[in-house]
């Protein structure tokens, strides 16, 4: 997957204003970011897991942060997730990867990368049986 500059839009209220930053990202992994959208881009040493949970992005095409897209980023990777995995169709008919490794679930869907959870990993946690 190709890195992308994402802005933040999500609108904060109340007395939690959070900054909205833009980030360079390939998923919910961050590679760098502009606090506030301003200035240079600071390069995390690893990636950061972004919890997109509650948030809104937009894909911006203009660089004008001048951030490095061509970052190696495919050794980072693991080539497959770890623990036991099972190949799942979601309602649209996408098929989705659903691990579970140490009692920690994740499913490849946008709606765990966006909620944290999803009715992919309800269903087969409830369907598996805990081995003894």
Same mark, same amino acid.
């Given at each position: #997957?190709?890195? $992308?500059? #994402? &802005?933040?839009? @999500? ?6 204003? %959070?900054?909205? +930053? ?8 961050? =590679?760098? =970011?502009?606090?506030?959208? $301003?200035?240079?881009?600071? =390069?995390? *040493? ?5 919890? $997109?949970?509650? &948030? ?9 942060? *001048?951030?490095?897209?061509?970052? &190696?980023?495919?050794?980072?990777? !693991?080539? %497959?997730? $770890?623990? %036991? @995995?099972?190949?799942? /169709? ?15 679930? @994740?499913?490849?869907? !946008?709606? +765990?990368?966006? &909620?944290?959870?999803?009715? +992919? ?5 409830? /369907?598996? %049986? !805990?081995?003894?």
């Amino acid at each position: #997957m190709p890195l $992308k500059i #994402m &802005r933040e839009i @999500t609108e904060w209220s109340g007395f939690q204003r %959070q900054p909205n +930053h833009v980030d360079l990202m390939d998923g919910d992994r961050a =590679y760098a =970011y502009v606090p506030w959208g $301003k200035g240079k881009p600071f =390069y995390f *040493r690893t990636f950061q897991r972004l919890d $997109k949970r509650g &948030r809104r992005f937009e894909e911006v095409q203009r660089n004008r942060w *001048r951030f490095d897209l061509n970052l &190696r980023i495919e050794a980072e990777r !693991p080539a %497959q997730p $770890k623990g %036991q @995995t099972w190949r799942v /169709s979601g309602s649209n008919g996408n098929e989705y990867v659903v691990s579970e490794s140490n009692g920690v679930w @994740t499913c490849s869907c !946008p709606g +765990h990368g966006f &909620r944290g959870r999803c009715r +992919h990993v309800d269903e087969l946690r409830a /369907s598996v %049986q !805990p081995q003894v």
